[in-house]
């Protein structure tokens, strides 16, 4: 208890530094502007930021990315509820009954309690961080070579699973990212791989270079070249139409804790992440109200529920990433890649081993959705006004950022021509509908994967069976296989149902 107590003391002597509130801070508020931005994406303002993380220490980077990360869940609903066009995709379900909300008049009410829920499920989810680490932690000690291989198949499987393009095109997309996790060195006998005589490629592909190339530049090429609709006006919202009713609270405070139970369960699983949460909770208050036909007509449960399950899920995402080194999701993909940069490596002795480190995070959390309070609901009319900005003012401006920042990191024009070649790629995979998320998962997890393989195959002398003989590693890669067979019944189901709508299209030809 004392050493806890310690522990949290200096994480807060470390939150609280003048640097790591300023960098909270501004995570936060660039988290804000991404989400309320449609076509930004998490992903890819992740990926433009993390060249300052070299000119950064580990901590701070870590809080500023963070931060980033769930301001982006609390700005993200902005534009569903004004807009019907989500920031982010784990904010799709806000606009289902947020922006009826705004088109009856309520939007003021709708955008300040998804504040207040996205707050509940923050703290909530926080609380279910500090409790579950220690289970968590005493669960990895269990884990060896073989373990920690099977987890990180049972990661890259769930990824694909919860892909939003076909399973076939996310594991194909696992697959190359694999591949290019492979360029570089042997980690074993230090012989050259597929670097085809390149200098620049004999330390590996770039991680920053290929997640701001796979994800930054196609979101600027798509959102430029589209349509997006914008805010007229920002006069519609005043300080007394975001008022919520008494019956507004009573309706919503219920909603708010049962969505962050869903969000808190989810997201601590590797591969669910917070938009299956937000959906199974919508699926859940419509499933229990007295009155489910007025959801999609503007229920407040419909926006309390999702956002505190989304905010909550983004919380306990770290859990898995912490104590088992293992990344729920491409954003905790990206953030695991920090930790590895900085010779950090997260796994079952992370709490005892960076204890400052991971209190300082938890501290860090709080007080970042703390001025995520402050900033989303006096300065809500200034995120608005920015929904009036045309994008062709933005998007030079980030190619220029963009840029700049890879070229700083290891002041190689190289990793330029990295960028655009995957930018191209990026571009070309989400035209023919390939998801680029589960790559950089792959990128990321090749060397867990391949160096837990080969020590594995070492300690049980070649002999592949003896994954199945360890009771982790076998009940870890039999949820694969299953996971497998369920993409696989979801495949023909989805092939038949075409088949008999041709069959039927022809018949009444």
């Given at each position: 208890?004392?050493?806890?107590?310690?522990?949290?003391?200096?994480?807060?002597?470390?939150?609280?530094?003048?640097?790591?509130?300023l960098l909270c801070a501004l995570g936060v508020s660039l988290g804000t502007l991404v989400g309320v931005l449609p076509g930004i994406g998490t992903i890819a303002s992740l990926s433009m930021l993390m060249p300052l993380t070299y000119h950064l220490d580990t901590f701070q980077?870590?809080?500023?990315?963070?931060?980033?990360?769930?301001?982006?869940?609390?700005?993200?609903?902005?534009?569903?509820?004004?807009?019907?066009?989500?920031?982010?995709?784990?904010?799709?379900?806000?606009?289902?009954?947020?922006?009826?909300?705004?088109?009856?008049?309520?939007?003021?009410?709708?955008?300040?309690?998804?504040?207040?829920?996205?707050?509940?499920?923050?703290?909530?989810?926080?609380?279910?961080?500090?409790?579950?680490?220690?289970i968590f932690t005493q669960v990895a000690y269990q884990f060896g070579p073989a373990e920690y291989f099977s987890l990180a198949v049972l990661g890259l499987v769930a990824a694909a699973v919860v892909s939003s393009s076909s399973p076939m095109h996310a594991l194909s997309m696992?697959?190359?990212?694999?591949?290019?996790?492979?360029?570089?060195?042997?980690?074993?006998?230090?012989?050259?791989?597929?670097?085809?005589?390149?200098?620049?490629?004999?330390?590996?592909?770039?991680?920053?270079?290929?997640?701001?190339?796979?994800?930054?530049?196609?979101?600027?090429?798509?959102?430029?070249?589209?349509?997006?609709?914008?805010?007229?006006?920002?006069?519609?919202?005043?300080?007394?139409?975001?008022?919520?009713?008494?019956?507004?609270?009573?309706?919503?405070?219920?909603?708010?804790?049962?969505?962050?139970?869903?969000?808190?369960?989810?997201?601590?699983?590797?591969?669910?992440?917070?938009?299956?949460?937000?959906?199974?909770?919508?699926?859940?208050?419509?499933?229990?109200?007295?009155?489910?036909?007025?959801?999609?007509?503007?229920?407040?449960?419909?926006?309390?529920?999702?956002?505190?399950?989304?905010?909550?899920?983004?919380?306990?995402?770290?859990?898995?990433?912490?104590?088992?080194?293992?990344?729920?999701?491409?954003?905790?993909?990206?953030?695991?890649?920090?930790?590895?940069?900085?010779?950090?490596?997260?796994?079952?002795?992370?709490?005892?081993?960076?204890?400052?480190?991971?209190?300082?995070?938890?501290?860090?959390?709080?007080?970042?959705?703390?001025?995520?309070?402050?900033?989303?609901?006096?300065?809500?009319?200034?995120?608005?006004?920015?929904?009036?900005?045309?994008?062709?003012?933005?998007?030079?401006?980030?190619?220029?950022?963009?840029?700049?920042?890879?070229?700083?990191?290891?002041?190689?024009?190289?990793?330029?021509?990295?960028?655009?070649?995957?930018?191209?790629?990026?571009?070309?995979?989400?035209?023919?509908?390939?998801?680029?998320?589960?790559?950089?998962?792959?990128?990321?997890?090749?060397?867990?994967?391949?160096?837990?393989?080969?020590?594995?195959?070492?300690?049980?002398?070649?002999?592949?069976?003896?994954?199945?003989?360890?009771?982790?590693?076998?009940?870890?890669?039999?949820?694969?296989?299953?996971?497998?067979?369920?993409?696989?019944?979801?495949?023909?189901?989805?092939?038949?149902?075409?088949?008999?709508?041709?069959?039927?299209?022809?018949?009444?030809?």
């Amino acid at each position: 208890m004392v050493d806890i107590f310690g522990n949290l003391l200096s994480g807060v002597q470390a939150a609280f530094a003048l640097d790591s509130l300023l960098l909270c801070a501004l995570g936060v508020s660039l988290g804000t502007l991404v989400g309320v931005l449609p076509g930004i994406g998490t992903i890819a303002s992740l990926s433009m930021l993390m060249p300052l993380t070299y000119h950064l220490d580990t901590f701070q980077s870590l809080i500023m990315l963070a931060g980033l990360y769930y301001g982006a869940a609390y700005g993200g609903s902005t534009a569903s509820i004004l807009l019907n066009l989500p920031g982010t995709a784990n904010t799709a379900v806000t606009s289902l009954d947020g922006y009826p909300m705004s088109q009856s008049g309520r939007g003021g009410i709708a955008l300040f309690m998804t504040s207040i829920a996205s707050f509940v499920g923050s703290m909530l989810g926080i609380g279910a961080l500090v409790g579950l680490a220690p289970i968590f932690t005493q669960v990895a000690y269990q884990f060896g070579p073989a373990e920690y291989f099977s987890l990180a198949v049972l990661g890259l499987v769930a990824a694909a699973v919860v892909s939003s393009s076909s399973p076939m095109h996310a594991l194909s997309m696992v697959a190359v990212g694999l591949l290019v996790s492979f360029v570089g060195v042997d980690p074993n006998s230090g012989a050259q791989r597929y670097s085809f005589g390149i200098s620049e490629l004999v330390g590996g592909v770039s991680l920053v270079a290929l997640a701001t190339g796979l994800f930054g530049i196609p979101e600027v090429i798509a959102s430029a070249g589209s349509n997006h609709v914008r805010l007229q006006s920002s006069d519609k919202i005043t300080w007394r139409s975001m008022l919520p009713t008494s019956e507004d609270w009573a309706r919503s405070w219920k909603p708010m804790f049962r969505g962050a139970g869903v969000g808190g369960f989810f997201g601590a699983l590797p591969g669910a992440g917070g938009t299956i949460a937000t959906f199974i909770s919508y699926a859940i208050e419509k499933r229990i109200h007295k009155h489910p036909e007025e959801f999609g007509k503007g229920a407040i449960e419909g926006i309390a529920a999702p956002e505190s399950a989304n905010n909550a899920a983004i919380q306990t995402a770290f859990i898995p990433t912490l104590m088992l080194g293992v990344p729920g999701d491409p954003v905790m993909a990206l953030l695991l890649g920090v930790f590895l940069i900085n010779g950090i490596i997260p796994g079952p002795g992370f709490v005892d081993n960076q204890p400052t480190l991971f209190w300082g995070l938890v501290v860090s959390f709080v007080v970042g959705n703390l001025l995520l309070l402050i900033l989303n609901i006096p300065f809500v009319r200034v995120w608005i006004w920015i929904l009036t900005i045309p994008y062709k003012y933005l998007y030079p401006a980030i190619i220029i950022f963009v840029c700049i920042g890879v070229y700083t990191v290891q002041l190689q024009t190289f990793d330029l021509f990295v960028v655009a070649g995957f930018g191209v790629f990026g571009f070309i995979a989400r035209k023919l509908r390939f998801e680029p998320a589960p790559l950089l998962l792959g990128f990321v997890l090749g060397p867990l994967l391949e160096q837990n393989l080969r020590t594995a195959m070492i300690l049980f002398r070649g002999d592949a069976t003896r994954f199945l003989g360890e009771p982790l590693s076998a009940g870890l890669l039999g949820v694969s296989a299953l996971l497998i067979c369920l993409m696989a019944v979801i495949a023909m189901r989805r092939g038949a149902s075409i088949s008999n709508g041709l069959a039927v299209e022809k018949s009444e030809q």
